[in-house]
C-alpha cells in the first residue's frame, strides 16, 4: 500500500490545518522539521473544509492551504468542501 502525502510550510498558519487533517485521517503519520510539516496517510488523505474551520474558528476557502503548501503526491481530487489525495486502484 503507498502513502500520499502533503506537505506544508511549518507556522502558525498551518498549525490548524494540520490539526485537522490528524482529526479526519486517524492513519496519519506527522514528520515536523525545522521549516516544514509532512503528513504521510496510507492510500487515501480527505482534508475538509469544516474540520478546518472548526479549528480556525473562522470560514476557510480551501484555496488558501495553497499558500503555504510546499508539495504534495497522489491524485488530487477538490470540491468546495473536501480537497483528496488518493492513489486510483
Do not use: Y
Amino acid at each position: 500500500m503507498s502513502n500520499v502525502f502533503i506537505a506544508f510550510q511549518r507556522n502558525e498558519e498551518t498549525r490548524a490545518i494540520v490539526n485537522a487533517i490528524v482529526a479526519d485521517n486517524p492513519t496519519a503519520v506527522i514528520n515536523e522539521q525545522p521549516a516544514m510539516v509532512k503528513i504521510d496517510v496510507p492510500q487515501r488523505m480527505v482534508i475538509r473544509k469544516s474540520s478546518i474551520e472548526q479549528e480556525i474558528g473562522r470560514e476557510f476557502d480551501l484555496q488558501e492551504m495553497h499558500i503555504n503548501l510546499i508539495t504534495l503526491t497522489g491524485n488530487i481530487d477538490e470540491t468546495e468542501d473536501e480537497f483528496t489525495l488518493s492513489w486510483a486502484q
